[in-house]
């Protein structure tokens, strides 16, 4: 009988539109994507997801009871991916789970005892699928002093060890984050969220058209962006914070863009493009900070945006803007990838944070393992 070779990983985004899945083979120092598999969360779902990114009534019944449905519907996302590949539970090694984040609180200046909670729970992920499952990733980074956040860049950092040239990464989930790959190894991999992406561009967007996503952005580019609000949207404290730093869709929420709003009289179709601007400047101005001309590889499910996509290239003109898609790298799956090389390195004891990028107080082996 054959040893088990591979690695499932799995990541369901601030999005909360589904959950991507990655089949994974580490095998020969290699990284080698066998399969990807996206299965779509249902409306009501999808709302019992998001409607925990705020307070409300009955919390813990509510988050209990969904982080077990979560976890139901994960292992059936994992059985239809071996089905696909003709495999079975045997020949996994381990199933890297980030879980669903619902709430993301790092250390800050009035934060006595920070936390982070993702939700879609590892133990009984484990005894419905039979294979062992690492997660809680994040927990242990905030313990030694760091945000937490972002965890990717520890995986980028190995995937990337042998680039010639100053490189980001930089990923428009629900919020955008990137990771800096400077040429010179003596410099610090840096990474950090820059801000909103897709969280308010999609708010927006079910809002006022009734569509849960703005398709290729076709309706910012329907619209003209307003300098004043822009500039308005980035005096907000958290773009002016010095790296590590770490943020999530419970700051930049609804109420968030209407204390702002308020002040202006603009129509609905100039917000959705100021909002585009937001996410593109943002990001733009955080990447020319830490390099003036480099090699940058969007990724996220942003990427389908053309016409945001097309802002950050107008912004980064100096810089070589591209997909991570032109590495024969596969987008959808990127992500789930990087939680599949937790679950790996956590097996192989390797460092899986950068305290450069979180502020942790040391590198450490993250993740907590549970058997079926």
């Known amino acids: 009988m054959n040893p088990a070779k591979y690695y499932i990983g799995i990541m369901s985004g601030t999005s909360a539109d589904g959950v991507d899945l990655a089949l994974v083979d580490f095998s020969n120092h290699e990284v080698s994507l066998i399969d990807h598999h996206y299965q779509a969360y249902h409306d009501e779902l999808a709302h ?173 580019a329907q619209g003209q962006v307003s300098n004043a609000l822009l500039d308005d949207l980035l005096s907000d404290p958290y773009f002016a914070l010095a790296p590590p730093k770490s943020t999530g869709r419970e700051y930049f929420t609804y109420q968030w863009l209407e204390q702002y709003l308020s002040h202006y009289d603009i129509s609905a179709v100039d917000v959705q493009a100021t909002l585009s601007a937001l996410t593109a400047q943002s990001l733009s101005m955080a990447i020319k900070q830490l390099s003036p001309k480099s090699f940058v590889y969007l990724c996220g499910g942003g990427i389908h945006n053309k016409h945001c996509y097309k802002q950050i290239k107008q912004y980064l003109s100096e810089h070589s803007v591209q997909t991570i898609n032109t590495l024969n790298l596969n987008n959808n799956a990127f992500e789930a990838m990087a939680f599949a090389w937790l679950a790996f390195a956590y097996d192989k004891k390797i460092y899986g944070n950068i305290p450069t990028v979180t502020g942790a107080q040391c590198e450490t082996i993250l993740g907590v393992a549970f058997n079926p």
């Open 48 to 220: 019992d997801i998001t409607s925990l990114y705020s307070t409300g009534d009955n919390e813990i019944e509510r988050m209990g009871a969904l982080s077990v449905e979560l976890a139901l519907f994960f292992s059936q996302a994992v059985n239809q991916l071996l089905t696909n590949n003709h495999l079975t539970s045997s020949d996994i090694i381990a199933i890297g789970n980030h879980g669903q984040t619902i709430r993301h609180r790092p250390p800050q200046a009035d934060k006595q005892y920070p936390f982070t909670l993702q939700i879609a729970c590892h133990q009984t992920l484990a005894c419905l699928t039979g294979i062992r499952t690492i997660g809680d990733f994040r927990t242990k980074d905030i313990a030694l002093g760091g945000q937490g956040a972002p965890l990717v860049p520890a995986f980028h950092r190995y995937l990337f060890a042998k680039q010639q040239q100053d490189v980001f990464i930089a990923n428009l989930g629900g919020i955008a984050n990137i990771t800096f790959l400077p040429q010179d190894r003596d410099q610090a991999v840096i990474g950090f969220d820059t801000g909103p992406a897709n969280a308010l561009l999609d708010l927006w967007c079910l809002k006022h058209t009734g569509n849960r996503v703005d398709n290729n952005g076709d309706w910012a």
